[in-house]
């Protein structure tokens, strides 16, 4: 499975469309600012981003439970 990294700009649709929010709107840009900002936010996305990244380079099927609670260990519940 090979599968695009997501974009920053794709990132933070994502996130402002779970708001319900346009990615312009002050909301969003508040968001924007404060991840550019925040060490543990960055600290956060970075220990994501690495979990992803080895996740997808052992190339294995997840049994469906596993998978579940990797979710919601990251707090990426709505994003399966």
Same mark, same amino acid.
């Given at each position: 499975? /090979? +599968? #695009?990294?997501?974009?920053?700009?794709?990132?933070?649709?994502? +996130?402002? %469309?779970?708001?319900? %929010?346009?990615?312009?709107?002050?909301?969003? *840009?508040? +968001?924007? @600012?404060?991840?550019?900002?925040?060490?543990?936010?960055? $600290? =956060?996305?970075?220990?994501?981003?690495? $979990? +992803?990244? &080895? =996740?997808?380079? =052992?190339? *294995? #099927?997840?049994?469906?439970?596993?998978?579940?609670? &990797?979710? @919601? &260990?990251?707090?990426? /519940?709505?994003? %399966?």
């Amino acid at each position: 499975m /090979n +599968i #695009e990294k997501p974009k920053c700009k794709d990132v933070m649709q994502h +996130i402002c %469309e779970s708001l319900g %929010e346009d990615l312009n709107s002050e909301r969003c *840009v508040a +968001i924007k @600012n404060h991840l550019d900002n925040c060490p543990d936010c960055k $600290t =956060y996305f970075d220990s994501v981003k690495i $979990t +992803i990244n &080895l =996740y997808k380079s =052992y190339e *294995v #099927e997840m049994p469906t439970d596993t998978h579940k609670k &990797l979710m @919601n &260990l990251l707090n990426l /519940n709505d994003c %399966e």
